[in-house]
């Protein structure tokens, strides 16, 4: 299974930039998918931003496409999250999440098909 190691996030302002990242540890042999979600205060988790093992597949929810870029760089098995343009809206507990899978379908948007999570990060942006 794989293992994920979070750093980043903080404080910081509107329409500031942020970098997120996720290290993977353990069996990252495997072809695996690498998605961040968020919980807002007092919300559910949702979806933010998922990448294919290969790195040539994104999806975005659309609340944050345009102004995060999620990438990753296997011979370092690390997964960042580029958030630009931060809004008061973006506040929240970020997570990376894993789960082995490969094709149309490397990633999903419900946070139960992942097998791995990220110790979390928060993310606070004032207006």
């Known amino acids: 299974q794989v293992s994920l190691v979070q750093s980043g996030g903080g404080l910081v302002q509107a329409g500031d930039s942020l970098t997120l990242s996720c290290a993977a540890s353990?069996?990252?042999?495997?072809?695996?998918?690498v998605a961040w979600f968020r919980r807002p205060p007092g919300k559910e988790r949702e979806f933010v931003a998922a990448?294919?093992?290969?790195?040539?597949?994104?999806n975005y929810a659309d609340s944050v496409k345009d102004r995060f870029t999620i990438s990753r760089v296997n011979t370092k098995n690390t997964v960042n999250l580029q958030m630009n343009s931060l809004k008061p809206d973006d506040t929240a507990l970020y997570y990376c999440?894993?789960?082995?899978?490969?094709?149309?379908?490397?990633?999903?948007?419900?946070?139960?098909?992942?097998?791995?999570w990220g110790q979390g990060t928060q993310v606070t942006v004032s207006s």
């Open positions: 999440a894993a789960r082995y899978a490969t094709g149309a379908y490397y990633y999903t948007a419900r946070p139960a098909d992942y097998i791995s």
């Open positions: 353990g069996r990252t042999h495997i072809a695996y998918t």
């Open positions: 990448i294919n093992y290969g790195g040539d597949r994104t």
